[in-house]
């Protein structure tokens, strides 16, 4: 019994640990390559910890002209949608029952169609209206930051409706019905009743729609025009080849939601633990208290803690600079290389030695005495055609270095800054 | 304060689709009068209330509040105000607010809707109470609340769509006085809706019995107990031991109803059933068990009847004695406690009696169930 309950819970954690492995593995891993100094963004091999590819992030004009972009077609994504979405979700509940189901397929289809065909539609049909309307192709319905809201608000209002519809299904309409038996117009009944019961879904709808507008790409490709999106920057970045400036983003972002949830968490749970204590409502929803919030609140202490972490990590940002550390690495990887260069010089000898070995063995012990003296520049000959020289940076120098083996380390230092960075501070 | 107007249902019929919810319902309800319509769930009173309200047109027939026809006029401009069942308090809005809601949307000053929200306050006993939310306040409170917001509308007609069936009894006992003190302070027409007989008694002018859409009597309180006009509103109203049997004389108001198991009882005609109930027909007769009595004289009458005893019940003021009766159904007998040790053993027979004046006989019809 109590051995079952044991091997029960090592099956729980080796779960738990496998589902946030395969949650957060990606996010953790990506977070720390924004860190790693080499070009490609690499976890492993560790080299030196930079905060550079912020600075690169920092001052790349297009992705901060897509931050741009996405922000203000997300604004108003979530505008147009959480209207859009409350309509549709107030109509469901008002439709004849009969046409409930039918009016529910029809307002759920655009989640269900793939973003690409609501891109090509809603490009081709504003098209199609401008041209009717005698419109200059320069007007706004060409517009690309009007054309991305129209068609991101195409499903992401459904999305709005679905969290509308869970909320209005927990509405009482007796209360509208109170307001109109008080007095109250349906516009009244509307604006102090239904509205402020429907606020927090309005809040989370509009969370929702801003996400789900900030990280489209499929529907954004067609009509974004001449405004890319951050999601269409990076797409376009990525053809190229990118750099961990992205995993700095990713980073930036990782860290704001992070941040953000903890925040709603701590005052979600303050909000609950007062209202369990029996305070007033009004005394809860009022302004965050900090000296009584550190009190008994682990998450604030976090909250605090990870603030001060942010902190001295920007100021260690600005105080400390990798490019010792990233001489080593340099230095360290030439040294890799030469190793690597030797040990394959010295097998090659090797080889050479025990075939004129053979050779002599066979054909008699004259031929051998020649051919042993020949050896260093039969090697330094027969390098260039050596599998090492497929190594891009070993370069010509270096094909020449094993000729003059005897100084090689004085004088291979003075060729290897020139193979491997512009930026070596030795030549100056 | 306003006083009270008629409200008048003249041949209302509601349906929905093939459902027929209210039949013919022709109702006079005056000024200033307490009025219930008292019946099982789903007889429909509360679509009549609803129609009353105008959250609901009927299919046929006019509603008139104040002489004045309400057809095409929303329940927004109608001088009438609704607590609801579950009283529809804005969860949201604090107590004032609550209160005065019907100022806010008339554009009120919020100073001036305080003041009054404070003298309604006052008048509930709610005083220092007002900026709570009414998710903090106790049932009884909502309730007093959801008066004092109707109220505040100054309504010709306040309508009670089952206000207290939420409470625990003790509340609601109390509450029943509050609000026939409130209608005879405030003067206005109450229309009150219950499916509890003792509610409609206790605070009503005049109830409406109503059964399955149709409204089977409309009188007062002691006429509707006393005096039933069907079968059901014997049954439902109050409780009943009814004989099924047949009426083998008639002598002016009174009868001779031969029962099917405990012999020929006499008992006097229902007023409605005058000059309807002949020799004959089929006909069922009500005891009240309060009505029943042990009989100190055992030879056989025309009042007296005899059954075996099978449990007794204290109930405190009283005891309830069961006695076999017919179609296994018990005769229940309800002496009232005066310190007497019980007169009767189980399993022994007894003879009671009545008098004949009490009982009342009517037409064979539909019962209550139970």
């Known amino acids: ?428 | 304060m306003t006083k009270g107007v008629d409200v008048d249902l003249e041949d209302v019929w509601i349906r929905f689709g093939d459902f027929v919810a209210v039949r013919e319902a022709n109702v006079n309800i005056k000024g200033g009068e307490f009025f219930s319509f008292l019946g099982p769930s789903g007889c429909g009173k509360t679509t009549i209330l609803r129609s009353v309200s105008g959250f609901l047109e009927p299919s046929q027939g006019r509603v008139k509040i104040g002489g004045k026809d309400m057809a095409g006029i929303g329940p927004n401009k109608r001088p009438t105000a609704l607590i609801f069942q579950n009283l529809a308090l804005f969860p949201l809005m604090k107590v004032w607010e609550n209160i005065t809601f019907s100022l806010e949307v008339k554009g009120v000053g919020k100073a001036e809707r305080r003041k009054r929200a404070d003298e309604l306050l006052d008048m509930i006993a709610l005083s220092d109470q007002g900026d709570k939310l009414p998710s903090e306040l106790s049932g009884g409170q909502k309730q007093r609340v959801a008066i004092a917001r109707a109220l505040c509308a100054e309504p010709d007609v306040l309508l009670l769509d089952e206000p207290l069936s939420a409470l625990d009894l003790k509340l609601r006992q109390h509450m029943r006085t509050e609000l026939r003190e409130i209608q005879q302070r405030v003067g206005i027409t109450f229309i009150y809706i219950t499916h509890d007989q003792g509610e409609a008694l206790t605070m009503s002018d005049n109830v409406a019995v109503m059964r399955a859409g149709v409204i089977d009597q409309i009188a007062s309180g002691h006429t509707v107990y006393n005096d039933p006009a069907t079968p059901f509103v014997a049954s439902f109203v109050g409780e009943n031991n009814v004989f099924r049997g047949t009426i083998k004389s008639i002598d002016g108001d009174m009868a001779l109803v031969s029962t099917n198991r405990t012999g020929e009882l006499l008992s006097r005609i229902a007023t409605s059933a005058r000059g309807k109930l002949n020799v004959g027909d089929s006909a069922m007769m009500f005891i009240r068990p309060e009505a029943c009595n042990i009989a100190e004289d055992v030879s056989p009458a025309a009042n007296r009847f005899s059954a075996m005893v099978k449990h007794e019940e204290f109930e405190g003021q009283i005891y309830n004695v069961f006695l076999e009766g017919s179609e296994g159904k018990e005769i229940k007998m309800s002496l009232v406690n005066i310190g007497k040790q019980r007169a009767s053993a189980e399993g022994s027979n007894l003879t009671l009696e009545y008098e004949a004046k009490q009982a009342v006989v009517l037409p064979a019809g539909e019962l209550a169930s139970e």
């Open chain 1, 1 to 428: 019994m109590r051995a079952e309950n044991v091997f029960l819970k090592i099956m729980l954690w080796a779960y738990l640990v496998i589902f946030f492995g395969y949650l957060l593995g990606p996010l953790i891993v990506m977070s720390i390559t924004a860190f790693n100094s080499p070009s490609f963004p690499k976890m492993t091999p560790w080299e030196c910890l930079t905060f550079e590819w912020f600075d690169v992030l920092a001052n790349d004009t297009r992705i901060l002209n897509g931050i741009e972009n996405s922000l203000i077609i997300g604004v108003g994504t979530v505008i147009l949608s959480v209207i859009m979405g409350l309509a549709a979700a107030l109509l469901l509940t008002q439709i004849w029952p009969k046409l409930r189901a039918t009016y529910y397929t029809v307002v759920i289809a655009p989640i269900l169609i793939p973003g690409v065909v609501l891109g090509i539609s809603t490009l081709v049909f504003w098209d199609r209206i401008s041209v009717m309307l005698g419109m200059s192709t320069g007007s706004i319905l060409h517009n690309g930051i009007f054309l991305t809201i129209l068609g991101q608000s195409t499903f992401i209002a459904s999305y709005c409706m679905l969290v509308f519809v869970a909320r209005l299904q927990r509405f009482d309409t007796g209360l509208t019905e109170a307001a109109l038996d008080l007095g109250a117009t349906h516009v009244q009944a509307f604006w102090k009743i239904l509205l402020p019961f429907m606020k927090p879904a309005i809040g989370s709808a509009a969370v929702l729609a801003f996400l789900a507008s900030f990280e489209n790409y499929n529907t954004t490709t067609f009509t974004f025009g001449k405004f890319p999106t951050l999601t269409i920057e990076l797409a376009q970045k990525v053809r190229y080849g990118i750099n961990p400036s992205i995993s700095s983003l990713a980073f930036i972002i990782i860290a704001l939601t992070i941040f953000g949830a903890l925040i709603h968490e701590v005052y979600r749970r303050r909000q609950q633990l007062a209202l369990a204590n029996g305070a007033p409502v009004s005394a809860v929803s009022g302004g965050l208290q900090l000296p009584r919030m550190l009190r008994g609140n682990p998450a604030a202490i976090i909250l605090i803690l990870l603030a001060l972490g942010g902190f001295s990590t920007i100021w260690f940002a600005q105080t400390y600079s990798p490019d010792v550390c990233k001489m080593d690495v340099r230095e360290q990887k030439r040294l890799i290389q030469e190793e690597r260069i030797r040990a394959i010089r010295e097998q090659r000898q090797l080889e050479l030695q025990q075939k004129q070995q053979q050779g002599s063995g066979a054909s008699g012990g004259s031929t051998t005495a020649p051919s042993a003296t020949q050896s260093p520049g039969q090697g330094a000959f027969g390098n260039v055609f050596k599998p090492g020289n497929l190594d891009r940076s070993t370069t010509e120098p270096k094909a020449d270095k094993p000729a003059q083996s005897p100084g090689k380390g004085a004088f291979g230092d003075v060729f290897a800054p020139n193979n491997l960075d512009k930026a070596a501070p030795k030549e100056e």
